[in-house]
């Protein structure tokens, strides 16, 4: 008894509420405070109150004293699920003061977003954890869809441990040879069509590449490339964004999205359009061409897994599910939540792998 009182004294030290805009700059402290960032007003008004799928900021926070301690973001996207719209919320900068953790604080910041928008216009939440966060998700009714994996083409072995702490570094050192030997003999093996042109774009050309997807509408679960999304997704402060546009008699045929780190360590083709299928790859080819001639001096270049197996080998892309990458890496989890009572949306099970078609794009990271 005495044990349950004094966990209702704390739980009632503390508040749970909605964001309000008085809380940007405890926010920002905070998220500097837990994640060594240094973020400002623009990056969180883009991020945030920009987003243009939601009417209000997607923010829960905790707070105890007048003093923000603990927030649980979301990032939302508008997925396509066989053709239909849907709003989708992935949590992201989830974070707690270091002085107020192990309250149980975050559990009740996830109950409270929960009950928020059970029911609502979201259709279900996902996300791309880390394992320790996945496991967590897994016991607080999410499910797995599969882990994702990621094709990387490796320029400069030791440069992979500027993708994650996780590659352990005396692999890396074994891989060594084994990496370089391979680009030698496959680089050049892509073969750009000679009728298809490809133009760089410093800023993204949100109305062209909008109108490469129209015309090219895919069943399963992916983002909505419409307008509204190329023109607000790729504004983000944080990160520098180039475009590539594959053209055929002047007409766009395909685009690819580029992502850098501040160093240029890491180039990460975070968007591709449309998502490639058995139809004509001749753009996708030319842009995987341009893409690893440009970025020859990043140690790494990052793809998705919807490129396709034989031009991503032909590019010299290997995927980190398998060897010889598969002996270092540690993949991603890709899980759902579902919100309204089933896991089934427009017909399609948003458990299985098979129906969704994933790039970088729908990850709060890119």
């Given at each position: 008894m005495s044990q349950q009182v004094g966990e209702d004294a704390v739980r009632s030290d503390y508040g749970i509420r909605r964001f309000r805009p008085e809380d940007v700059d405890a926010f920002l402290a905070l998220h500097r405070e837990t994640f060594g960032t240094d973020h400002d007003r623009e990056w969180f008004a883009w991020k945030y109150e920009e987003n243009p799928y939601v009417y209000h900021v997607p923010i829960f926070v905790a707070e105890r004293a007048g003093e923000l301690v603990g927030a649980r973001p979301f990032f939302a996207l508008?997925?396509?699920?066989?053709?239909?719209?849907?709003?989708?919320?992935?949590p992201?900068?989830?974070?707690?003061?270091?002085?107020?953790?192990?309250?149980?604080?975050?559990?009740?910041?996830?109950?409270?977003?929960?009950e928020k928008y059970r029911d609502r216009d979201v259709s279900f939440l996902f996300d791309f954890p880390d394992e320790r966060t996945a496991a967590d998700h897994l016991q607080r009714g999410w499910k797995r869809v599969a882990d994702q994996p990621t094709y990387y083409r490796v320029q400069n072995p030791a440069g992979l441990q500027n993708v994650s702490s996780t590659w352990a570094s005396l692999g890396?050192?074994?891989?060594?040879?084994?990496?370089?030997?391979?680009?030698?003999?496959?680089?050049?093996?892509?073969?750009?069509?000679?009728a298809v042109t490809v133009e760089r774009h410093d800023a993204v050309p949100a109305a062209t590449l909008a109108g490469?997807?129209?015309?090219?509408?895919?069943?399963?679960?992916?983002?909505?490339?419409?307008?509204?999304?190329?023109?607000?997704?790729?504004?983000?402060?944080?990160?520098?964004?180039?475009?590539?546009?594959a053209r055929r008699d002047g007409e766009p045929i395909a685009g690819v999205v580029v992502?850098?780190?501040?160093?240029?360590?890491?180039?990460?083709?975070?968007?591709?359009?449309?998502?490639?299928?058995?139809?004509?790859?001749g753009g996708l080819e030319a842009l995987l061409d341009r893409v690893v001639r440009e970025y020859a001096d990043a140690d790494v270049v990052a793809a998705?897994?919807?490129?396709?197996?034989?031009?991503?080998?032909?590019?010299?892309?290997?995927?980190?599910?398998?060897?010889?990458?598969?002996?270092?890496?540690?993949?991603?989890?890709?899980?759902?939540?579902?919100?309204?009572?089933?896991?089934?949306?427009?017909?399609?099970?948003?458990?299985?792998?098979?129906?969704?078609?994933?790039?970088?794009?729908?990850r709060r990271t890119n």
């Open positions: 508008e997925l396509s699920v066989n053709g239909g719209r849907h709003l989708a919320l992935q992201c900068d989830t974070m707690v003061h270091p002085d107020h953790r192990q309250r149980g604080l975050s559990a009740r910041l996830n109950e409270a977003a929960i890396v050192r074994a891989l060594t040879p084994l990496l370089e030997g391979y680009n030698r003999l496959s680089t050049g093996r892509l073969s750009a069509p000679e490469i997807e129209y015309d090219r509408r895919k069943k399963g679960i992916h983002i909505h490339r419409d307008l509204r999304f190329y023109d607000w997704r790729f504004r983000n402060p944080a990160r520098d964004h180039a475009a590539y546009v992502a850098t780190s501040a160093d240029g360590a890491v180039a990460t083709l975070t968007d591709v359009t449309p998502l490639p299928d058995g139809d004509d790859r998705p897994p919807v490129l396709p197996d034989d031009l991503a080998s032909r590019a010299s892309f290997h995927r980190d599910d398998r060897w010889p990458l598969s002996a270092v890496a540690t993949r991603t989890a890709h899980l759902v939540r579902e919100l309204s009572g089933g896991w089934r949306v427009d017909g399609l099970d948003v458990t299985d792998a098979d129906n969704w078609q994933l790039t970088f794009a729908e």
